[in-house]
């Protein structure tokens, strides 16, 4: 998880921090960091519509990020980092030319890295070849996204070529089928996105032995926890329950793709969906609404903890 949030300057001292702090101030620093993330993007939207014009704004969030640095002595990397690279952003990108080497056999240039980073890591032969199997489901999904976008660039509901009421049919289903695929790009871009958070989390495996999560968010509810202050018995029964929640987020993940290779594999026969095929997404909507309902569960539970402390 080298680069966990989305402003650029936060992910630089991160990857500092991780040098130098320990996992237990890592799991506190990750906390704060994710919340001066939220305070950089609305900061950089506020000057993008012309608001703080007195830069009472970039002041506060400026000197939050300097205490956040002081807290865990990391002042020294401060001057470096604010002036270079305020409010730039980290995306990823999806376009990218074939970059496949001996070393890495992906096509993306950020998951061909990452790869790279994984075979200096000192994972078994086992691991790697475990690893590499979700390496290339990452791809698959980014090859999907790309599908798709083109196909939507391709679509011009808007060319009215006459003005008979068929053309006119045509052009209604064509914007129908764009907004469809347009709200389906937007679900993988934001699934990609989430995926390639775990693959950095499984890639950081071996140089934090006791890195316990591969999932990201249940690994933002472990650093929320171990900042509340819990008894020992709280925190490892805390810490058993999100093992738990994991595992219930990769059944989800399972039944999410089940889903879409039933899917796939009707639209290969040119058939209508099945009962057994409803009765799968259902199965899977019905779950991922458990999931959503555990995570704010844990969430609720920290923040009562926090407000007790209070």
């Known amino acids: 998880m080298n680069n966990p949030f989305r402003v650029k300057k936060v ?5 500092k921090a991780r040098k130098r702090l320990t996992n ?4 506190n620093l990750y906390a704060d960091l994710k919340e001066q993330d939220g305070d950089e993007l609305t900061l950089k939207k506020l000057k993008v519509e012309g608001f703080d014009e007195t830069g009472e704004k970039q002041a506060a969030v400026r000197t939050k990020f300097r205490n956040i640095m002081a807290r865990y002595n990391l002042e020294d990397h401060f001057d470096a980092l604010h002036p270079e690279f305020q409010d730039q952003t980290n995306t990823v990108h999806f376009k990218t030319p074939n970059y496949k080497t001996p070393e890495s056999p992906f096509l993306d240039k950020k998951l061909g890295k990452l790869w790279k980073k994984a075979l200096d890591s000192g994972f078994t032969d086992g691991e790697l070849e475990d690893l590499k199997k979700e390496f290339l489901h990452h791809q698959d999904k980014v090859e999907e ?11 011009n509901p808007n060319e009215i070529k006459d003005n008979s009421i068929e053309q006119f049919k045509s052009l209604e289903d064509e914007r129908k089928l764009m907004k469809t695929k347009v709200v389906s790009l937007k679900e993988k871009n934001k699934e990609i996105h989430y995926q390639y958070d775990r693959l950095q989390l499984l890639t950081k495996k071996s140089a934090e032995k006791d890195l316990e999560f591969s999932e990201p968010k249940v690994y933002d509810l472990w650093a929320e926890a171990k900042r509340v202050n819990f008894t020992k018995d709280e925190l490892e029964s805390f810490r058993e329950e999100l093992l738990h929640f994991e595992h219930k987020i ?12 039933s899917a796939q594999n009707l639209m290969n026969k040119n058939k209508e969906p099945s009962h057994e095929h409803k009765k799968l997404e259902e199965k899977a909507e019905e779950y991922g609404r458990k999931v959503k309902k555990w995570n704010q569960e844990f969430k609720y539970r920290i923040n009562k903890a926090i407000h007790t402390e209070l």
């Open 250 to 261: 990769r059944k989800h993940e399972y039944l999410k793709n089940e889903v879409k290779h």
């Open 24 to 27: 237990d101030m890592l799991a």
């Open 11 to 15: 992910n630089l001292l991160w990857q």
């Open 145 to 155: 996204y790309e599908q798709l976008k083109n196909e939507i660039d391709q679509l």
